[in-house]
């Protein structure tokens, strides 16, 4: 799952970026307003880590952007103002929740790992698609109750289907998904499909009542067989 954090103090942002990446998700920052506008105008993200002051504007003002693209990226504000002000317009404007400057890394990413999953599974701690189940949390995928093992990219390209299922997704989106700000290092979108056809192997082979189809022209879909 992909986040981006919007911090300018350097310290914070690499201190965030580390502990989520310990997390295993895909980590994307930017360290003003301008960048931050860019990135939500360009990408999706399962949840944006946002300070509402920002170089260059407000993070209030990018929760408006959002809002104007009819986007459903969870938000998460972190600032050190703690005016009840700010929390009623970040709220009014599509945040999700708000945790005041200074925090607990370890309370940052329950509630990160919350907000997604309140997301994607209805607040469930495990996505369930016909017989497999995907445990976010522990980063285990079980099909029938019986552990299927998958790489890295394996797993986060399932976080992805599971999360969109019966959606046609296209490979830029598939690779942006995974990689991030680091897609230049996933030698060509050819090794999505390398990804995706062992991905699909392994589905077959475990009896997933799930089958993740290739869609001429467009990308893939996955959906209950």
């Known amino acids: 799952m992909k986040i981006l954090i919007v911090e300018d ?12 990446l310990k997390e295993k998700f895909v980590v994307e920052t930017a360290a003003d307003y301008f960048s931050a506008l860019d990135k939500v105008n360009d990408y999706d993200y399962d949840c944006i880590l946002l300070d509402i002051m920002l170089p260059g504007g407000s993070g ?9 693209l009819k986007r459903n990226d969870s938000v998460l504000i972190i600032s050190a103002k703690d005016s009840l002000d700010d929390k009623v317009d970040g709220l009014e404007l599509g945040a999700d929740d708000y945790l005041t400057k200074p925090f607990h890394l370890a309370e940052l990413n329950a509630r990160v ?27 285990v995928v079980q099909v029938d109750g019986t552990p299927l093992q998958l790489n890295r990219k394996e797993y986060d390209l399932l976080y992805y289907f599971v999360a969109n299922p019966n959606r046609v997704i296209n490979k830029m989106s598939l690779a942006e998904s995974v990689w991030g700000d680091n897609i230049d290092q996933a030698d060509s979108l ?4 390398s990804q995706v056809k062992n991905l699909r192997k392994k589905l ?6 799930v089958e993740l189809k290739a869609v001429y022209g467009f990308g893939y879909k996955l959906s209950e067989a």
Not at 60 to 68: A, G, I, N, S
Not at 120 to 128: K, R
Not at 204 to 209: E, L, V
């Open 9 to 20: 103090e350097r310290d914070l942002r690499e201190t965030i970026r580390a502990s989520l």
């Open 60 to 68: 209030l003002d990018l929760l408006r952007e959002l809002k104007r």
């Open 113 to 139: 790992k919350s907000l997604i999953r309140r997301r994607v599974a209805q607040g469930d701690l495990t996505i369930t698609l016909g017989n497999l189940t995907l445990d976010p949390d522990k980063h």
């Open 190 to 193: 050819d090794f999505i499909y």
């Open 204 to 209: 077959k082979q475990a009896g997933a009542s």
